[in-house]
Structure formats: structure tokens, C-alpha cells
């Protein structure tokens, strides 16, 4: 069976992300796990993309391809007009610094740090002075400002995603992935979280890459991409909440 290729419309910017029949296998034998099974998949520059699946398809195997975090068995993922397959160990962990942002369901934030120092955290590791203009951008747009001396500890869960929310964009990365990033809110701080995103592609013309199990989540995205059993198995445009539903159930999601 091929694999199902989905690519961005044609009138959307040229892909900030693309995955070439990409395969990854877990373990050998008659223990192996077919994660991925020859995906084809092109995420365009300046939109927010959500993936989704049954539970067990692929989806955040996927993302951690894409994001340099796993290795590939098969195909090839390029960040731009950069092959992550040619790079070596010192190599990708400058790209995954300087030209990826990351946001998980667990906020990863330092307990002894403010919530500024947090976000300038990046800047830092790599020996690098914030753009003050882009600073203030970010932080403004995420509603941070009146925060930014507080410790993780005095902040809501909704307020210390936003904080990891502007850590990953504070570098000005080419794309931002983001896994299950409202997993851990409920569902008014989630929205907001959404909704900052959201802005960020709007306004500062960020690409997100987010994997969700959430049809109100998937519905703040432009676009929504499926999976099943490790394949890509269906694209939807301008998402709402009643189409995914219906999608997923449709896989068995």
C-alpha cells in the first residue's frame, strides 16, 4: 500500500517543513512497531497545522521526526532548505536551538528562574542578546508583561504555558512544534493558549506545527492532518471542531 502525499494549497507560502517517505520502526522482528510507514507531508511557512490520529497512530512519532528529536529508519525531513539526515549530533542541536521552538504538555520551565528568564533562556544557551523590539513583540502578544518577574511557582498553569510559549519563539525559529501543548489545562486557560498561538501566526506570521487529540483545539489551525496506522490518511482545510470530529470517527479515533 503507498503512502497518501498531502500538500499545502497552492496559493500557501513555500513549506517551512517537509517529510519524504519517512519510516520509523520500533524494535525488530516479530516485536516491530511500524510507527511510520512512508510518509509524504509538506507544512507550509507562516500557518498553523495541527495533527491528529487514533490514539497509536503515528501522529507524535511524527512530530518528533520532523523536530530532529528521533531518528529516521527511511526518507528524509528538511527544515527548510536545510536535510536533518546530513547533519551530525553538533550540527542539529545548533538547528533544533537557533531554527526550531518547542512547546510540550509539560511546561519544562525552571522552578528557580523568572518567567523572563525563562523565555530568554534559548538566547542564552546559545550566547545570544534578545532583539529587544522582537522581545517586547512576543511577550506583549502572549499577555506576559506584568509577569515577567514572577516565578514558575506563582503562576497559573495557563500563564506558565504562555511562558513556554514565548521561549519558543523568543529565537524567531522557522517553526514551532508543539505537542499536546493544552494537555495539562483546563479548558478556559487552554483556549487562551490557542488563541496566543493563534496570534503569533497571524500577527507575527510564525509557522506552527501542533499534534492534538482535541477537535476545539485542531479548529484554531488552518489546516488539519490525519493519520492512521502510521500513513497519512486525510487533509482538511479551514477546520472546525464538527469536521474533525467526524473525521476522527471516521478513523476510529
Same mark, same amino acid.
Given at each position: 500500500?503507498?503512502?497518501?502525499?498531502?500538500?499545502?494549497?497552492?496559493?500557501?507560502?513555500?513549506?517551512?517543513?517537509?517529510?519524504?517517505?519517512?519510516?520509523?520502526?520500533? &524494535?525488530? +522482528? !516479530?516485536?516491530?512497531?511500524?510507527? %511510520? $510507514?512512508?510518509?509524504?507531508?509538506? *507544512?507550509?511557512?507562516? #500557518? @498553523?497545522?495541527?495533527?491528529?490520529?487514533?490514539?497509536?497512530?503515528?501522529?507524535?512519532?511524527?512530530?518528533?521526526?520532523?523536530?530532529?528529536?528521533?531518528?529516521?529508519?527511511?526518507?528524509?525531513?528538511?527544515?527548510?532548505?536545510?536535510?536533518?539526515? &546530513?547533519? +551530525? !549530533?553538533?550540527?542539529?542541536?545548533? %538547528? $533544533?536551538?537557533?531554527?526550531?521552538? *518547542?512547546?510540550?504538555? #509539560? @511546561?519544562?520551565?525552571?522552578?528557580?528562574?523568572?518567567?523572563?528568564?525563562?523565555?530568554?533562556?534559548?538566547?542564552?544557551?546559545?550566547?545570544?542578546?534578545?532583539?529587544?523590539?522582537?522581545?517586547?513583540?512576543?511577550?506583549?502578544?502572549?499577555?506576559?508583561?506584568?509577569?515577567?518577574?514572577?516565578?514558575?511557582?506563582?503562576?497559573?498553569?495557563?500563564?506558565?504555558?504562555?511562558?513556554?510559549?514565548?521561549?519558543?519563539?523568543?529565537?524567531?525559529?522557522?517553526?514551532?512544534?508543539?505537542?499536546?501543548?493544552?494537555?495539562?489545562?483546563?479548558?478556559?486557560?487552554?483556549?487562551?493558549?490557542?488563541?496566543?498561538?493563534?496570534?503569533?501566526?497571524?500577527?507575527?506570521?510564525?509557522?506552527?506545527?501542533?499534534?492534538?487529540?482535541?477537535?476545539?483545539?485542531?479548529?484554531?489551525?488552518?489546516?488539519?492532518?490525519?493519520?492512521?496506522?502510521?500513513?497519512?490518511?486525510?487533509?482538511?482545510?479551514?477546520?472546525?471542531?464538527?469536521?474533525?470530529?467526524?473525521?476522527?470517527?471516521?478513523?476510529?479515533?
Amino acid at each position: 500500500m503507498t503512502s497518501t502525499s498531502v500538500e499545502p494549497p497552492e496559493t500557501a507560502a513555500a513549506p517551512a517543513v517537509t517529510a519524504t517517505r519517512v519510516t520509523r520502526v520500533y &524494535g525488530t +522482528g !516479530d516485536a516491530a512497531v511500524h510507527a %511510520l $510507514r512512508g510518509v509524504d507531508v509538506a *507544512f507550509a511557512r507562516g #500557518a @498553523f497545522t495541527a495533527i491528529m490520529g487514533p490514539s497509536g497512530s503515528g501522529k507524535s512519532t511524527l512530530l518528533h521526526c520532523l523536530a530532529g528529536l528521533d531518528a529516521l529508519d527511511g526518507g528524509g525531513v528538511r527544515i527548510g532548505d536545510v536535510e536533518l539526515a &546530513g547533519l +551530525g !549530533d553538533r550540527r542539529l542541536t545548533l %538547528l $533544533r536551538r537557533e531554527r526550531i521552538g *518547542f512547546v510540550f504538555q #509539560a @511546561f519544562n520551565l525552571l522552578p528557580t528562574l523568572t518567567a523572563e528568564q525563562n523565555i530568554r533562556l534559548p538566547l542564552d544557551l546559545a550566547g545570544r542578546r534578545p532583539d529587544p523590539a522582537w522581545f517586547a513583540r512576543v511577550v506583549d502578544v502572549l499577555g506576559l508583561r506584568d509577569r515577567l518577574a514572577h516565578r514558575p511557582a506563582e503562576l497559573s498553569g495557563g500563564q506558565q504555558q504562555r511562558v513556554a510559549c514565548a521561549r519558543a519563539l523568543v529565537t524567531r525559529p522557522d517553526v514551532v512544534f508543539a505537542d499536546e501543548p493544552t494537555g495539562n489545562l483546563d479548558s478556559r486557560a487552554g483556549a487562551e493558549v490557542l488563541g496566543f498561538l493563534r496570534a503569533s501566526v497571524r500577527d507575527m506570521g510564525q509557522t506552527i506545527v501542533m499534534v492534538t487529540h482535541d477537535p476545539v483545539a485542531a479548529a484554531h489551525a488552518d489546516r488539519a492532518v490525519f493519520l492512521r496506522d502510521g500513513r497519512i490518511v486525510g487533509d482538511l482545510h479551514r477546520p472546525t471542531p464538527e469536521l474533525v470530529l467526524d473525521r476522527l470517527k471516521a478513523l476510529g479515533g
